[in-house]
C-alpha cells in the first residue's frame, strides 16, 4: 500500500509538470480560469455596434455596478485578484477594451482617449447599465476621468489608481526614456516581457519561464498595433492633459496610488486632490503601478470603506 500510494504521488507531481514543459499555454490558462472562478466571475460578451465586447460579470446581483477599466498593454484579468475582496459585496462588470484583450484588435480605428471613453459608453448603454462605480488603472483610469468630465450622469463613484492623463510636478521614469520610435511598454522578446513587468510592478509576482513564453507569444502578434496605440496615449497626455478640468469632476472620486509608480509620477497625486471637489487619496508604500495586482487584498479594503462612506 505505501509503494502504490507512492506511486500515485509521484504521478500527481510528474504529470503537471510535463503539462508544464510540453504544453504549458493550456495549464496558464487553466491558472487564469482558476483566478476568474475564485472571484466569482464568469465570461460573458455583448454586440457594441459591430463589435463583439467580451467581459467577465460576477458578484452580488443588486445596485450599480463597479465597472473595472484596465489599463494599456493589460487586460480583463488584471483585475482577477482584486475581484474575490469585492464579488461578496458588489456587482462587478470587467471588460477588455478595444485594442486589448479577447476584444477587437482593429489598426484602422481611433484609439485615443475621447474614442475609448465613447466606445465604454456604449458598451454601458449595451448592458443596460444607466449608472455605475467606475474604476479604472492607468490608461483605463484616464477614460474613467474622462468619462466623469463628458458623462457625470453616468457615475455614482470614480476611482482612480495610478491614472494616467494628469501632468505632475516631477516626471516619471518612464517620460524620461529616450524616444526612439519604440514604446518601452511593447516588449519584444519574453525576457523583455519579464523586465517590462519589473518596470511595473514595485515587487513583480515570480512567473515561471514557459508562462512568460506563452503570454508572450500571446502578445507579439499585436505589438504593431500596441505601438500605435501606446504614441496616441503619448500625443493625448502631451497636448490634452485634464489638469485644469478637475474641478469640473462632479462625483466623489477616490484616488489609489503606489509610491514606488515608475510609469506615472505620485506627484500626480497632489494634483488630483488639489483639483477634484471631493476626493479622498491613499498612497501605498513598496507599490507601482498595479496596486489591485501587487496588493488586492488591501487595495479592496479601501475601496470598500470608500464606498461605504458614499452609501454603498
Same mark, same amino acid.
Given at each position: 500500500?505505501?509503494?502504490?500510494?507512492?506511486?500515485?504521488?509521484?504521478?500527481?507531481?510528474?504529470?503537471?509538470?510535463?503539462?508544464?514543459?510540453?504544453?504549458?499555454?493550456?495549464?496558464?490558462?487553466?491558472?487564469?480560469?482558476?483566478?476568474?472562478?475564485?472571484?466569482?466571475?464568469?465570461?460573458?460578451?455583448?454586440?457594441?455596434?459591430?463589435?463583439?465586447?467580451?467581459?467577465?460579470?460576477?458578484?452580488?446581483?443588486?445596485?450599480?455596478?463597479?465597472?473595472?477599466?484596465?489599463?494599456?498593454?493589460?487586460?480583463?484579468?488584471?483585475?482577477?485578484?482584486?475581484?474575490?475582496?469585492?464579488?461578496?459585496?458588489?456587482?462587478?462588470?470587467?471588460?477588455?477594451?478595444?485594442?486589448?484583450?479577447?476584444?477587437?484588435?482593429?489598426?484602422?480605428?481611433?484609439?485615443?482617449?475621447?474614442?475609448?471613453?465613447?466606445?465604454?459608453?456604449?458598451?454601458?448603454?449595451?448592458?443596460?447599465?444607466?449608472?455605475?462605480?467606475?474604476?479604472?488603472?492607468?490608461?483605463?483610469?484616464?477614460?474613467?476621468?474622462?468619462?466623469?468630465?463628458?458623462?457625470?450622469?453616468?457615475?455614482?463613484?470614480?476611482?482612480?489608481?495610478?491614472?494616467?492623463?494628469?501632468?505632475?510636478?516631477?516626471?516619471?521614469?518612464?517620460?524620461?526614456?529616450?524616444?526612439?520610435?519604440?514604446?518601452?511598454?511593447?516588449?519584444?522578446?519574453?525576457? +523583455?516581457?519579464?523586465?517590462?513587468?519589473?518596470?511595473?510592478?514595485?515587487?513583480? /509576482?515570480?512567473?515561471? *519561464? =514557459?508562462?512568460? #513564453? &506563452? !503570454?508572450?507569444?500571446?502578445?507579439?502578434?499585436?505589438?504593431?498595433?500596441? +505601438?500605435?496605440?501606446?504614441?496616441?496615449?503619448?500625443?493625448?497626455?502631451?497636448? /490634452?492633459?485634464?489638469? *485644469? =478640468?478637475?474641478? #469640473? &469632476? !462632479?462625483?466623489?472620486?477616490?484616488?489609489?496610488?503606489?509610491?514606488?509608480?515608475?510609469?506615472?509620477?505620485?506627484?500626480?497625486?497632489?494634483?488630483?486632490?488639489?483639483?477634484?471637489?471631493?476626493?479622498?487619496?491613499?498612497?501605498?508604500?513598496?507599490?507601482?503601478?498595479?496596486?489591485?495586482?501587487?496588493?488586492?487584498?488591501?487595495?479592496?479594503?479601501?475601496?470598500?470603506?470608500?464606498?461605504?462612506?458614499?452609501?454603498?
Amino acid at each position: 500500500m505505501l509503494r502504490l500510494t507512492l506511486i500515485i504521488i509521484g504521478i500527481a507531481i510528474l504529470i503537471p509538470l510535463l503539462m508544464y514543459w510540453l504544453s504549458p499555454r493550456p495549464v496558464l490558462y487553466w491558472i487564469r480560469d482558476r483566478l476568474r472562478i475564485k472571484g466569482g466571475l464568469t465570461l460573458n460578451s455583448v454586440r457594441v455596434g459591430d463589435v463583439d465586447w467580451p467581459y467577465l460579470e460576477g458578484g452580488r446581483k443588486g445596485g450599480p455596478p463597479l465597472v473595472l477599466v484596465h489599463g494599456f498593454g493589460g487586460d480583463k484579468d488584471n483585475w482577477s485578484m482584486l475581484a474575490p475582496h469585492l464579488s461578496h459585496r458588489y456587482p462587478l462588470i470587467v471588460p477588455d477594451l478595444v485594442g486589448f484583450g479577447d476584444n477587437a484588435r482593429t489598426p484602422d480605428v481611433a484609439y485615443d482617449i475621447k474614442s475609448q471613453t465613447d466606445r465604454l459608453i456604449g458598451f454601458l448603454d449595451a448592458l443596460g447599465i444607466a449608472e455605475c462605480h467606475l474604476v479604472g488603472n492607468s490608461m483605463g483610469g484616464w477614460i474613467a476621468l474622462q468619462a466623469a468630465l463628458d458623462h457625470p450622469g453616468r457615475l455614482s463613484t470614480l476611482t482612480l489608481v495610478n491614472n494616467a492623463g494628469i501632468i505632475g510636478s516631477q516626471e516619471s521614469e518612464l517620460q524620461k526614456l529616450p524616444r526612439d520610435g519604440h514604446s518601452p511598454l511593447v516588449p519584444t522578446s519574453a525576457p +523583455d516581457l519579464k523586465r517590462l513587468m519589473a518596470f511595473i510592478a514595485h515587487k513583480p /509576482r515570480y512567473i515561471p *519561464a =514557459r508562462f512568460l #513564453d &506563452v !503570454a508572450f507569444q500571446d502578445r507579439v502578434a499585436n505589438n504593431g498595433l500596441l +505601438d500605435k496605440i501606446f504614441w496616441t496615449i503619448v500625443e493625448d497626455g502631451e497636448q /490634452r492633459p485634464l489638469n *485644469a =478640468r478637475l474641478k #469640473d &469632476v !462632479a462625483v466623489p472620486t477616490l484616488i489609489i496610488w503606489g509610491r514606488e509608480d515608475r510609469l506615472i509620477h505620485v506627484s500626480c497625486v497632489a494634483e488630483l486632490e488639489a483639483g477634484i471637489p471631493v476626493n479622498e487619496a491613499v498612497v501605498f508604500d513598496n507599490v507601482g503601478h498595479v496596486p489591485m495586482l501587487e496588493k488586492p487584498a488591501q487595495t479592496a479594503a479601501v475601496m470598500r470603506r470608500f464606498l461605504a462612506r458614499h452609501g454603498y
